[in-house]
């Protein structure tokens, strides 16, 4: 595969937590990611938060960052504009900040979104555009016969 992709929560606590449903699925597509992957700091806070929760050192994480493979690709401060109106606009999902800093930045990046997240099939990049997305469907599509 080797695509630069951007990573949401799920995947992220997936690949730390092994008895998580899409361990597998995430330690596999995370092999496949162009490194350095590329992340918001609110999905680095929702993620350091739930492997926490689950006895994981949070530094496990921020260690990826250290070694250079995941960086931050949105400064909230700079797109602080365009994330609310996204958040405005599916105020009815409801969207989450670390949401809607991912779907700012693959409208910034033109990057998939690799997620666990059913949300980010109703959301639209620049107000009409479906989001690329990389999902275990999607990977179970492409590897079994």
Same mark, same amino acid.
């Given at each position: 595969? #080797?695509?630069?992709?951007?990573?949401?929560?799920?995947?992220?606590?997936?690949?730390?937590?092994?008895?998580? /449903?899409?361990?597998?699925?995430?330690?596999?597509?995370?092999?496949?990611?162009?490194?350095?992957?590329?992340?918001?700091?609110?999905?680095?806070?929702? @993620? +350091?938060?739930?492997?926490? !929760? !689950?006895?994981?050192?949070?530094? !496990?994480?921020?260690?990826? /960052?250290?070694?250079?493979?995941?960086?931050?690709?949105?400064?909230?401060?700079?797109?602080? #504009?365009?994330?609310? @109106?996204?958040?405005?606009?599916?105020?009815?999902?409801?969207?989450?900040?670390?949401?809607?800093?991912?779907?700012?930045?693959?409208?910034?990046?033109?990057?998939?979104? +690799?997620?666990?997240?059913?949300?980010? =099939?109703?959301?639209?990049?620049?107000? !009409?555009?479906?989001?690329?997305?990389? =999902?275990?469907? @999607?990977?179970?599509?492409?590897?079994?016969?």
């Amino acid at each position: 595969m #080797s695509v630069q992709a951007l990573l949401d929560t799920g995947p992220i606590v997936a690949y730390f937590i092994a008895t998580e /449903l899409n361990h597998s699925w995430a330690v596999e597509t995370f092999k496949e990611l162009r490194r350095p992957a590329m992340t918001c700091e609110a999905v680095l806070a929702e @993620a +350091c938060f739930l492997i926490g !929760r !689950r006895r994981i050192s949070p530094s !496990r994480l921020i260690n990826f /960052l250290q070694r250079g493979d995941l960086e931050i690709g949105l400064s909230l401060g700079d797109e602080v #504009s365009a994330v609310c @109106a996204l958040m405005e606009r599916y105020a009815n999902v409801p969207m989450s900040l670390a949401d809607a800093c991912l779907v700012r930045l693959s409208e910034t990046t033109g990057f998939p979104i +690799c997620t666990l997240d059913s949300d980010f =099939t109703a959301y639209r990049a620049h107000g !009409r555009n479906p989001l690329n997305l990389i =999902t275990p469907s @999607a990977y179970r599509s492409l590897h079994e016969p």
